[in-house]
């Protein structure tokens, strides 16, 4: 099978191969390689449009990776899918789409024919997409080929069934979108409580089935994969495909509502005040706390990216300060504000940026061990420099997990809501985890007021820009448009290649750190909860190193882009 390996990034690799076909055959010639060899350290296998996305826990298995990969290319001959074995998953879908007409009328058949043709052919999930449980589903009827709305919707119902392109697809849960709606269904696409989560997993086959009785719209939840939970704030249903701004501003837990009404405290997976147990009670958050951890790996062919810890540096030093196990549960902390009182005598650590701590009022240390006594407050300021901090226990925090990770993903949903005053962070105490510090203090690098300099890897997509030297070329300002899912940056706009002027990109499977370029030309640098895939060029890929201390940066620092040399990877 003919393909290129393009550079992306320290733990992963991108396969770009001749097109769906030879991307579904190359996923299933993988499926029965993984755990097995080099891909043993395979974390992810992500299938695209035209690409294959193979991550891997670390930098130093990807070599060992790469080999492999290129050695299974030059035994594929031709394209050839392993066939899947499975009954096809029926889908009763009530055709009443607000845009059947107009396909009808693009395609040249009547309703009814329409109708035929979805129903009448199998259709295969190609590769997931911008949400959880979404998939695009390939290989069926070719007269139903339509283009996407020449305006999308500012929002599109969950269960909603449309057609774009060559596929087909289900809108999860209410989003916006520009697909071309021909029906809706109430089927479960997406239950976290499911194994496995996603109804349509790529490689499946499906079936859909026209039925009489329509779902009624009110009947749905905003989220159609599980019951309204009233625990959730209003803020935490927003769909990962309403691509708002990326605004510091717009990732901070809502705490009124519309109308004026309080919203009651996030309690999902936290205790309450009348819990007796080691923990801190919540007083106060700040802009934003979050619950982190090392994040979910192995779920973003089904639209779940990895999440984690914004700056893992900062997250692990502080774990590692506080005799926890690798992955144990901590809390993210944007701009401090936070506010906690122990129910119970422990030691914390704080790490990442400096938020002058205090314990009563008195001054505490950052960086080393805080010992809180049952009753005392501990109380963060507004870090001089950088952005988000660390607040680590002995023990961990002991929150229900979801699919394997307590991190909250601001982007796809999944994962427990903000922290907010009210709650109670329970404090596991597992055998074995020492209750006194070992070391005093860990030295760490100041967070400076000069430019910021990230070293980054060329790819997959630098070919596209006229002039690649200009990434580096410059320096950016950090925009106010930019949270967890990703940076954007102020500066010279970039110009693409006369050669790939008025093409498109199709969708291809991104990691955190890629630096994406749209048409306006600003980059914008994914981050923590990035989406899982984009169709937008990525001229360039963070180390991991960068990608941790621009989780730092705030909106009007100075950024500088400083190209790895050869010898150096």
Known sequence: MDGRLLPCGERAVLVEVDGLDAVLALRSALAPLAGTGAFTAVTDIVPAATTVLLGVAEPAALPGVRA???????????????PDAAEPIEIGVCYDGEDLAEVARITGLERAAVIAAHTGTDWAVAFGGFAPGFAYLAGGDERLQVPRRAEPRTRVPAGAVGLAGPFSGIYP????????LIGRTDAVLWDPDRDPPALLQPGRRVRFRAVDECPPDSSRPPDSSRPPDSSRPPDSSRHPGERRDLDPRAELPGRARDDGAAIVPAVHGLGRPEHRGPGLAVLATGPLALLVDEGRPGFAAIGVGASGAADRASYRLGNRLA???????????????????????????????????????????????????AGQELRLGVPRAGLRG?????????????????STDTLSGVGPPPVAAGDVLSIRTPEGVRSFAGVDHAPTASLGTGALELDVLPGPRTDWLAEPGELAGQEWTVSEQSDRVGVRLSG??????RSKQGRELPSEPMVRGSIQVPPDGRPVVFGADHPVTGGYPVAGVLTE?????????????????????????
């Open 68 to 82: 492999a990969v290129a050695e299974l290319l030059a035994a594929l001959d031709g394209v050839m899918t392993r």
């Open 323 to 373: 005799g926890n196990p690798p992955g144990a549960a901590a809390l993210e902390v944007m701009l401090g504000g936070l506010a906690v009182r122990a129910m119970s005598s422990c030691l914390a650590v704080l790490t990442g940026a400096d938020c002058a701590p205090t314990v009563d009022g008195r001054p505490a240390t950052h960086g080393g061990p805080v010992y809180l006594r």
């Open 173 to 180: 849960r209410a989003s916006p979108g520009g697909w071309q």
């Open 390 to 406: 660390y607040l680590c226990v002995a023990g961990g925090f002991e929150v229900p997990p979801t699919l394997g990770s307590v």
């Open 492 to 497: 010279r706009p970039l110009v693409r290649h």
């Open 545 to 569: 190193a960068a990608s941790d201390a621009l989780a730092q940066a705030r909106p009007g620092d100075r950024i500088a882009f400083r190209p790895v040399p050869e010898r150096a990877r």
